[in-house]
């Protein structure tokens, strides 16, 4: 085959193109690698699924290119075509077929199912494949497609690969990685393209300093009902009584916390970072830790698991001002009520960091620490699925001093594009699809932990109650800087993370955090578990085996490709 074909080469169809698209697989076998998309038989298919799913895998790989088949080819190229850098031919015969190449530089050929001989339709793909794009007056018309405003002074709508084509590149590449690997960090997520949309929408332009009805700025009328809406669906989803939707993250929501109720110096009790609290809960290396005077509780050393009998004791010595509840590495359910139990005998506050675990709050997967917390803080990635960006929840006596913590306290404009998305990530949750997929996600990182136990990993504390384990590698030969180096080049994304007593430093710890947020997210259920079971024993079992990782990269790469992170990408 020539030079100039396409690196990766993905082809779809529907129906009415099936045959064809048979057809052509079985005749380019050998001489070109193809992807199939689907679909996988004759039964009757919408032919938009097919062509957003192939156009946006195209878009996010420069080097791709891609052949869609319906009936006439009409429908697949009207669709493919709402994709950005997306140029989709209609080819007939022998000269459109070479000209869309060579004046259109056209990365998706559509051919007609019920229109084309099989013969004649694999003679047009491969003209199309080996002609080449003349460039030279056609890139500038090519350009146009994208951008009208070609010839104006300033090109505010020129896409970014001609503005900026090294970030452009980048993002690409980010893309591609999020598309190939399997992504199972605990605290990362795929936001929909409705969150992307709100996230670079205009709303980046707008100053809004202060709260709905009351900013410094004029022009708010809009942004002021944006963010209302994602306060009244933010205290709707979890039943709260008062929501600040501006902290840019968890972490300055915390401290919003502190600052609002706590004067410097004042005692904070929180969960040992070492056994799988946060950096803000008290530790010595951030500000909870040197502002304020930070007392710890941890895991019991033979269970692995909380001893409220313990932290009520800590707490009736130490008698802290507040009790921080939440983890960022812990795997069981947290009890709530007997936090606020353990506060009450005291007299302290509770503050309940849900970071981790907000979107299984929301669909039932975990208690909800609501109605026993005076604050709760959270981000709005991670399992809840927003944008990264922080949120207060707290009861209506608080909600003055939270209010005025965050501004002018902590922050100024807020970022009205993020809390958009943030507000259209709330209304995902409660969907039924969100509600299904976040049980899935418990379901998942259980059934993922029992598989590894069965394959001689010991998992922290026995299991699992939510999104998220820990892996014991101690009685193995890698540990968890090298762990997460194999696994990455095998294609699998986790990160090295202490565990209970670990006599390791942070930077090579004892373990890894594995979770399945992402998995779940892409459709993935028990069947794929096993699959990820058997991918990350055979990686951490033989870490310096190219082969096992070249064979695991290729067992991965498949399995993503059917679970795409976005099924088309305008």
């Known amino acids: 085959m020539p030079?100039?074909?396409?690196?990766?080469?993905?082809?779809?169809?529907?129906?009415?193109?099936?045959?064809?698209?048979?057809?052509?697989?079985?005749?380019?076998?050998?001489?070109?690698?193809?992807?199939?998309?689907?679909?996988?038989?004759e039964d009757s298919v919408d032919y938009p699924d097919f062509a957003h799913l192939l156009a946006g895998q195209v878009a996010g790989l420069p080097?791709?290119?891609?052949?869609?088949?319906?009936?006439?080819?009409?429908?697949?190229?009207?669709?493919?075509?709402?994709?950005?850098?997306?140029?989709?031919?209609?080819?007939?015969?022998?000269?459109?077929?070479?000209?869309?190449?060579?004046?259109?530089?056209?990365?998706?050929?559509?051919?007609?199912?019920?229109?084309?001989?099989?013969?004649?339709?694999?003679?047009?793909?491969?003209?199309?494949?080996?002609?080449?794009?003349?460039?030279?007056?056609?890139?500038?018309?090519?350009?146009?497609?994208?951008?009208?405003?070609?010839?104006?002074?300033?090109?505010?709508?020129?896409?970014?690969?001609?503005?900026?084509?090294?970030?452009?590149?980048?993002?690409?590449?980010?893309?591609?990685?999020?598309?190939?690997?399997?992504?199972?960090?605990?605290?990362?997520?795929?936001?929909?393209?409705?969150?992307?949309?709100?996230?670079?929408s205009a709303l980046t332009n707008k100053y809004a300093e202060g709260y709905p009805g009351k900013r410094y700025y004029g022009g708010c009328q809009f942004v002021d009902q944006v963010e209302q809406?994602?306060?009244?669906?933010?205290?709707?989803?979890?039943?709260?009584?008062?929501?600040?939707?501006?902290?840019?993250?968890?972490?300055?929501?915390n401290m919003?916390?502190?600052?609002?109720?706590?004067?410097?110096?004042?005692?904070?009790?929180?969960?040992?970072?070492?056994?799988?609290?946060?950096?803000?809960h008290g530790a010595f290396v951030s500000f909870?830790?040197?502002?304020?005077?930070?007392?710890?509780?941890?895991?019991?050393?033979?269970?692995?698991?909380?001893?409220?009998?313990?932290?009520?004791?800590?707490?009736?010595?130490?008698?802290?001002?507040?009790?921080?509840?939440?983890?960022?590495?812990?795997?069981?359910?947290?009890?709530?009520?007997?936090?606020?139990?353990?506060?009450?005998?005291?007299g302290a506050m509770v503050m309940v960091d849900i970071a981790h675990i907000a979107g299984l709050v929301v669909a039932g997967a975990h208690p909800s620490p609501v109605p026993y917390a005076d604050f709760v803080t959270t981000t709005t990635h991670k399992t809840m699925r927003g944008p990264r960006g922080g949120m207060i929840l707290c009861r209506k006596q608080y909600a003055a001093r939270i209010?005025?913590?965050?501004?002018?306290?902590?922050?100024?404009?807020?970022?009205?594009?993020?809390?958009?998305?943030?507000?259209?990530?709330?209304?995902?949750?409660?969907?039924?699809?969100?509600?299904?997929?976040?049980?899935?996600?418990?379901?998942?990182?259980?059934?993922?932990?029992?598989?590894?136990q069965k394959k001689g990993f010991r998992i922290v504390s026995g299991g699992t109650d939510n999104h998220l384990f820990l892996i014991d590698l101690s009685d193995l030969p890698v540990k968890g800087q090298s762990a997460e180096a194999a696994l990455d080049r095998a294609g699998i994304t986790i990160n090295k993370n202490g565990i209970p007593f670990d006599p390791r430093t942070p930077t090579d710890p004892s373990g890894i955090r594995i979770g399945t947020p992402i998995a779940s997210t892409r459709g993935m259920r028990e069947a794929e578990m096993e699959i990820v079971a058997d991918c990350i024993s055979s990686v951490l079992k033989h870490p310096e085996d190219n082969s096992v990782i070249t064979e695991t990269r290729a067992t991965v790469r498949d399995l993503c490709s059917r679970f795409p992170v976005y099924s088309y990408r305008l």
């Open 229 to 253: 809406l994602a306060i009244d669906r933010a205290c709707a989803l979890f039943g709260a009584e008062h929501a600040n939707v501006q902290p840019l993250s968890g972490s300055s929501a």
């Open 63 to 200: 080097e791709a290119s891609g052949i869609l088949i319906c009936g006439t080819g009409i429908g697949m190229s009207i669709t493919a075509n709402r994709h950005r850098n997306i140029r989709a031919a209609l080819v007939h015969d022998q000269f459109t077929a070479r000209m869309a190449k060579e004046h259109n530089n056209a990365n998706i050929i559509v051919l007609g199912g019920r229109v084309l001989e099989p013969a004649e339709a694999l003679e047009l793909v491969q003209i199309w494949l080996d002609s080449e794009y003349e460039n030279g007056r056609h890139q500038r018309r090519l350009e146009k497609i994208e951008n009208r405003n070609l010839n104006s002074t300033r090109d505010v709508s020129a896409p970014i690969d001609r503005v900026d084509p090294e970030i452009s590149r980048l993002i690409r590449q980010e893309t591609e990685r999020e598309e190939s690997k399997l992504i199972m960090i605990a605290s990362e997520n795929c936001v929909s393209q409705a969150v992307l949309e709100a996230q670079g």
């Open 288 to 346: 909870s830790g040197t502002h304020y005077q930070s007392c710890y509780y941890g895991v019991d050393q033979k269970s692995e698991t909380l001893d409220y009998d313990v932290i009520e004791e800590i707490a009736l010595r130490e008698k802290p001002k507040l009790i921080v509840a939440g983890a960022s590495s812990y795997s069981r359910t947290l009890d709530f009520p007997r936090f606020r139990a353990i506060a009450d005998k005291i």
């Open 403 to 452: 209010d005025k913590a965050i501004f002018p306290g902590l922050q100024g404009g807020p970022l009205m594009h993020t809390i958009a998305g943030k507000a259209v990530a709330f209304k995902e949750a409660t969907t039924p699809e969100f509600i299904a997929t976040q049980k899935q996600t418990v379901t998942n990182a259980a059934f993922l932990a029992s598989c590894l």
């Open 256 to 280: 919003a916390v502190y600052f609002s109720v706590l004067n410097p110096g004042d005692k904070i009790l929180g969960m040992n970072l070492a056994h799988g609290g946060h950096l803000t």
């Open 3 to 41: 030079d100039n074909n396409p690196k990766t080469l993905f082809i779809a169809s529907d129906h009415g193109g099936f045959a064809l698209k048979e057809y052509i697989k079985e005749n380019l076998k050998g001489r070109i690698q193809l992807k199939d998309l689907g679909t996988n038989s």
